[in-house]
């Protein structure tokens, strides 16, 4: 088979022959169809992110494939019944969402058992190949940390990148009124589009008055750093949530806890990749959550770039330079 790897911290990715791995105890084999990217994906290659794995390696932490074999000359032992589908089997021909972790840029990837989901009929390879991290980690942190509920103001940053734009539908079918952060109008106009209430520019000079103005914040889900976390907590309302989910701007935002103890608010780390490991049960019930959704029509992924699987370098230079409105995907199989 083959897979794009990447040798060493900073390097390119390339095209590698290899030997298709073969399924362990509690594993599914799986022919990748499409693979999602993240900005988690640039940070392994960078040797910067807290689970980067021993190069060289393929990134790519969530698939869409079809599960390899028959009966057992492809499951691992133990495999079946070990599913996210409630304990029931996935067989071979299935296709699935799968969590990685590392590995999806791939033409084949071996996956626990405890990593897969059917998907849905009738929605794309590419959308569900773009789902799991963007909208788990946004379900995930708005509902099961921050407990966010109707009504409440939900500010976005980064609204219309794959991780914002997830956040601002999934905070408007929770109910929330959604203030969406973006720079440039096709970007607020999109997330508009998605649910968003009330759209202010990245780069207007008054954001933080603008913020006020509205009514101040209950839950801020910030995916930028920098300035735009400062300006999230000065909004703050009276026992705000403040969730730091990625730094795309470059800036880790430093907390001044008196500010935290004057007002009241709780800033809430959260890192969706860990619970699959460390507790699992959260994380299986809100990928369910999730497909049911989709299944049902309640939201839709937008996937805004495919690209051939061998363009995969072309594809992390789109998501780098924060031009994408919307998931970039890699078409494999």
């Excluded at 103005?213 to 400062?230: C, N, S």
């Excluded at 795309?248 to 007002?263: E, F, S, T």
Aim: charged share 20%; hydrophobic share 50%.
């Amino acid at each position: 088979m083959r897979a794009m790897r990447v040798h060493e911290k900073g390097g390119q990715l390339q095209a590698d022959d290899l030997e298709a791995p073969e399924a362990g105890p509690g594993e599914l084999r799986i022919r990748v169809l499409a693979a999602g990217l993240n900005f988690a994906d640039t940070l392994m290659m960078q040797g910067r992110y807290q689970a980067t794995p021993p190069f060289p390696f393929a990134p790519g932490i969530e698939v869409c494939g079809v599960v390899q074999g028959a009966g057992g000359a492809a499951l691992g032992a133990g495999a079946m019944g070990m599913a996210l589908s409630g304990g029931g089997d996935i067989a071979p021909g299935t296709r699935v969402l799968a969590v990685c972790g590392s590995g999806g840029f791939a033409e084949e990837v071996v996956v626990p058992a405890a990593a897969c989901l059917p998907a849905p009929d009738g929605v794309s390879d590419e959308e569900i190949a773009g789902l799991a991290v963007v909208y788990g980690t946004a379900h995930m942190a708005l509902d099961y940390r921050a407990g966010l509920k109707a009504g409440e103001r939900l500010l976005v940053t980064g609204a219309a990148g794959g991780a914002g734009l997830a956040a601002v539908e999934v905070g408007a079918l929770m109910g929330a009124e959604v203030v969406a952060v973006a720079r440039g109008e096709a970007k607020l106009a999109l997330a508009k589009e998605k649910g968003a209430a009330h759209l202010i520019d990245g780069e207007d000079p008054d954001l933080v008055a603008k913020l006020k103005a509205l009514g101040g914040l209950d839950v801020v889900y910030d995916t930028v750093g920098g300035e735009m976390f400062k300006a999230g907590l000065r909004a703050a309302n009276f026992e705000a949530r403040l969730l730091p989910i990625g730094f795309a701007g470059g800036d880790v935002p430093q907390i001044p806890a008196n500010i935290m103890l004057v007002k009241n608010v709780s800033a809430i780390g959260f890192w969706w990749g860990d619970y699959l490991e460390k507790k699992p049960a959260p994380m299986i019930d809100s990928l369910r959550t999730l497909l049911e959704w989709r299944a049902a029509g309640r939201f839709k992924v937008e996937v805004s770039d495919i690209l051939a699987f061998d363009r995969a370098n072309d594809a992390l230079a789109l998501l780098k330079s924060r031009k994408a409105m919307g998931k970039v995907v890699l078409r494999v199989g």
